[in-house]
Every structure is written in structure tokens, then in C-alpha cells.
């Protein structure tokens, strides 16, 4: 099993900046790839970036590339996602998400359906 913990959500004003963290626990050498998710009040949970642990390949959503940043810091299983020049539309939960599986294509990393195990959420709230 894998446990994933987000944290750094919070209330900022749009132009602003925010980093979530993701610490990863449990059986984390079973990890190969850990991305970010977001869902907004009454839409689908939508891809936002992932990034793979061994090459460090890093995959991004068109709405979010170039402001936001994914990395990780293997040693100590945490991943983040600087967010920066963040907007009204950017408000949702924010989850992280990890695949096990060694069988997943690049394309479809970019789909909930990859990942088996997730975080409870972090709120991030981007006001006009």
C-alpha cells in the first residue's frame, strides 16, 4: 500500500503563487510515476501534471504549462507543484496520485484511470 499526503493549499490572489507537497509513505519503491489532479465544484477531476520517478520525464495539462512546475525529491518520496501566475480558474482541490503499475503508457498518464492510489485533497482558492 502507498499513502499520500498533500499539503500547501490555501487562499491567494490571482497573479499569486502557491507549492504543494505530496509526501509519499508505505511501499514507495513500487512508485513509478506521481502527478497532480484537480477538481473544481461540479466538474470532472481534470490532469494537471506527473512526473516520472526514475527518468524525472515531466507531462503537463495545456491550461497550467508554463506557470506551473512539477518536481520531485526522491529521498524523501515528496513531490511538489509550484504554482505560479495563478488564476480565478485554477481554484479546486488539488489531489496527488501515484501509479504502480509498470504496464501504463505516457498518454494515458494523463488520465485518473492510471493512477491507483491518491491523496485526500488539498483547497486552493485563487481570488479576482
Known amino acids: 500500500q502507498v499513502q499520500l499526503v498533500e499539503s500547501g493549499g490555501g487562499l491567494v490572489q490571482a497573479g499569486g503563487s502557491l507549492r504543494l507537497s505530496c509526501a509519499a509513505s508505505?511501499?514507495?519503491?513500487?512508485?513509478?510515476?506521481m502527478g497532480w489532479f484537480r477538481q473544481a465544484p461540479g466538474q470532472e477531476r481534470e490532469f494537471v501534471a506527473a512526473i516520472e520517478r526514475t527518468s524525472g520525464n515531466t507531462y503537463y495539462a495545456n491550461a497550467v504549462k508554463g506557470r506551473f512546475t512539477i518536481s520531485r525529491d526522491s529521498a524523501n518520496n515528496t513531490v511538489y507543484l509550484q504554482m505560479n501566475g495563478l488564476k480565478p480558474e485554477d481554484t479546486a482541490v488539488y489531489y496527488c496520485a501515484a501509479v504502480t503499475s509498470t504496464l501504463i503508457t505516457r498518454s494515458y498518464l494523463y488520465t485518473k484511470n492510471a493512477y491507483n492510489y491518491w491523496g485526500q485533497g488539498t483547497q486552493v482558492t485563487v481570488s479576482s
Open positions: 508505505g511501499r514507495t519503491f513500487s512508485i513509478n510515476t
